[in-house]
């Protein structure tokens, strides 16, 4: 039977109550300003400009093949094209072991908007490798994936967060180590994490976070930064989040405070 989560860090009563009413305040005023007249945003289209799947079995072996690639012309009316391309084959031999990979490449990333329309200014490429090894009982996956020059801004928040970089890597198929770092109009963030046995029920995660003056909120009514230095352990059984939260900024600007944030 597992035990309760362990949640241990250092949050004063000052900063635990401005990040409360923060996120209370910026909900409703985010909510009070959507105008539902407001006429919809067009999604971007894109058109597929390969799609091929294959398979073929043989002497009890199969081979899977696949292959896409999409287009989007002109994105946000910006003169640029946007390609992206994904492929992939797997070898399944008479005694079940596997053999492939799958690349993936994607020039910018603008398409996620039409996913999500809460956010804005979408740049970036993803690309990345995976091998894949083993049996169908226990496939072993490693390889790469990397997010570079990547920004994206929160309308409703009035933030913008830049310099996004992020890599994905599992050398073995044991470990799978993730590195990366953001920035703000103010200050910059930095993560870092490890999970062991990812495939297993022994697996077991460790992270860290830590950053200075990261601004999380920036609308006329409402500002706030914040400082985390943050360590996370996870396994089947417990998780523990040691360290320290500090808001450095946190400035209100209301004439009276709204009864929901009292």
Same mark, same amino acid.
């Given at each position: 039977e597992g035990n309760d989560p362990v949640l241990e860090f250092t949050l004063n009563r000052n900063d635990a109550r401005r990040l409360v009413t923060a996120q209370e305040i910026a909900a409703k005023i985010?909510?009070?300003?959507?105008?539902? #007249?407001?006429?919809? $945003? *067009? =999604?971007?289209?894109?058109?597929?400009? $390969?799609? *091929?799947?294959?398979?073929?079995?043989?002497k009890g072996q199969w081979q899977l093949t696949a292959d896409a690639a999409f287009l989007s012309k002109n994105v946000d009316e910006s003169g640029i094209d946007v390609r992206g391309n994904l492929s992939g084959e797997l070898n399944v031999d008479s005694?079940?072991?596997? *053999?492939?990979?799958?690349?993936a490449a994607l020039e910018d990333l603008r398409w996620l908007a039409a996913f999500v329309p809460e956010f804005s200014n979408i740049e970036g490429a993803l690309n990345g490798q995976a091998n894949i090894s083993g049996s169908?009982?226990?496939p072993a996956v490693t390889g790469i994936l990397t997010l570079e020059n990547a920004a994206v801004s929160f309308d409703r928040l009035g933030i913008s967060v830049? &310099?996004?970089?992020?890599?994905?890597?599992?050398?073995d198929s044991v470990s799978i180590q993730i590195v990366g770092s953001a920035?703000? &109009?103010s200050g910059t963030i930095q993560y870092q994490g490890q999970l062991? &046995?990812?495939?297993?029920?022994?697996r077991v995660l460790s992270a860290q976070v830590t950053g200075s003056n990261f601004q999380l909120i920036n609308i006329p009514d409402l500002q706030l930064e914040v400082s =985390?230095?943050?360590?996370?352990?996870?396994?089947?059984? #417990? $998780?523990?989040?040691?360290?320290?939260l500090h808001v450095p900024?946190?400035?209100?600007s209301l004439e009276e405070l709204p009864e929901y944030a009292t």
């Amino acid at each position: 039977e597992g035990n309760d989560p362990v949640l241990e860090f250092t949050l004063n009563r000052n900063d635990a109550r401005r990040l409360v009413t923060a996120q209370e305040i910026a909900a409703k005023i985010s909510s009070e300003r959507s105008n539902p #007249q407001e006429a919809p $945003v *067009t =999604p971007q289209e894109y058109s597929m400009e $390969v799609l *091929t799947l294959a398979a073929n079995s043989a002497k009890g072996q199969w081979q899977l093949t696949a292959d896409a690639a999409f287009l989007s012309k002109n994105v946000d009316e910006s003169g640029i094209d946007v390609r992206g391309n994904l492929s992939g084959e797997l070898n399944v031999d008479s005694n079940q072991a596997l *053999t492939g990979k799958i690349i993936a490449a994607l020039e910018d990333l603008r398409w996620l908007a039409a996913f999500v329309p809460e956010f804005s200014n979408i740049e970036g490429a993803l690309n990345g490798q995976a091998n894949i090894s083993g049996s169908i009982s226990a496939p072993a996956v490693t390889g790469i994936l990397t997010l570079e020059n990547a920004a994206v801004s929160f309308d409703r928040l009035g933030i913008s967060v830049n &310099d996004i970089s992020a890599e994905i890597k599992s050398l073995d198929s044991v470990s799978i180590q993730i590195v990366g770092s953001a920035g703000s &109009d103010s200050g910059t963030i930095q993560y870092q994490g490890q999970l062991l &046995d990812a495939l297993t029920e022994a697996r077991v995660l460790s992270a860290q976070v830590t950053g200075s003056n990261f601004q999380l909120i920036n609308i006329p009514d409402l500002q706030l930064e914040v400082s =985390p230095a943050l360590t996370l352990s996870a396994n089947s059984e #417990q $998780v523990e989040l040691n360290g320290s939260l500090h808001v450095p900024l946190f400035n209100l600007s209301l004439e009276e405070l709204p009864e929901y944030a009292t």
